[in-house]
């Protein structure tokens, strides 16, 4: 029996990257998917999917409550239910604290960290009905983090506080509430950062030296660990966040 038989799970950000390699692990574990992103791309990868069992993509601006509000209701319609929501929707930020203006601010904290409260808002009636479970994607930089990602880390913090409260409060309800946190990841938006390096190869080689696996996590790794948290496989682990760093968490820098 695969684990996410007979589920259905929503995905914020899901048009590529950790959002598409969730989508992809939640159809291969046997659960259908509703794939939500601003990019129209979240399309193709729906098509692609939608071979192997139900998925649909859905447009949605996760900063709007309205569009949250419509689209989740759009996605229970189709998939008849949802037993999970993964709030993997988000935006890298490399903003100097003074310079930094309010609408930056709000911006980066609009989907990194607001949106995933909204789509709980409107996911947890349904969820509360089948007793689901809610995965937020955080990030190890949530508790270690280096100079230039202000203030992601703020953001993903806020998240995994979110998720402990939600944990908590949901908890006698039957819904679970966990966090993923990848650490660096083979994804357009660590790439973007590279690129962004005066020597963007010696950057990665630089950046791979001090992982101790040696090599940064695949999307489908991170995926693995989603669907694992979404299934009853998980069932005794709620308010938690598991890493998924190659190790880079448990290194003590010299």
């Known amino acids: 029996m695969s684990a996410l038989d007979g589920k259905s799970v929503l995905v914020t950000g899901a048009a590529r990257g950790i959002g598409a390699a969730v989508a992809e692990a939640v159809v291969e574990e046997g659960g259908g ?10 399309a193709d990868t729906a098509a692609r999917l939608a071979g ?9 601006d996760v900063r709007s409550l309205e569009e949250v509000e419509r689209t989740v209701a759009d996605a229970e319609h189709a998939l008849g239910g949802l037993d999970g929501l993964v709030n993997n929707a988000g935006v890298n930020a490399y903003f100097d604290a003074v310079a930094m203006t309010e ?12 949106a995933a409260w909204m789509l709980a808002k409107a996911a947890l009636p349904g969820l509360i009905e089948r007793r689901g479970a809610v995965v937020n994607i955080s990030s190890i930089q949530a508790r270690l983090t280096i100079r230039g990602f202000f203030p ?21 309800e039957g819904v679970r509430v966990n966090a993923v946190a990848p650490g660096y990841t083979e994804t357009r938006l660590v790439q973007e950062w590279l690129d962004q390096q005066d020597d963007p190869t010696a950057a ?21 660990a989603v669907v694992f948290m979404l299934s009853d496989r998980s069932s005794a682990i709620t308010g938690a966040t598991l890493a998924v760093d190659c190790g880079v968490g448990a290194l003590f820098a010299t």
């Not at 998240?159 to 949901?170: I, N, P």
């Open 52 to 60: 192997r069992g139900p998925a649909h993509f859905f447009p949605c």
């Open 33 to 42: 998917v509703a794939l939500l992103d601003i990019d129209p791309a979240g």
């Open 204 to 224: 990665l080689h630089g950046l791979l030296a001090k992982i101790p696996l040696g090599r940064m996590a695949e999307p489908r790794e991170v995926g693995n």
């Open 103 to 114: 609408d930056d601010w709000d911006s980066v904290f609009a989907v990194d960290l607001k």
């Open 152 to 172: 992601y880390a703020a953001a993903k913090a806020g998240l995994e506080g979110l998720t402990r409260s939600l944990a908590l409060e949901y908890a006698p």
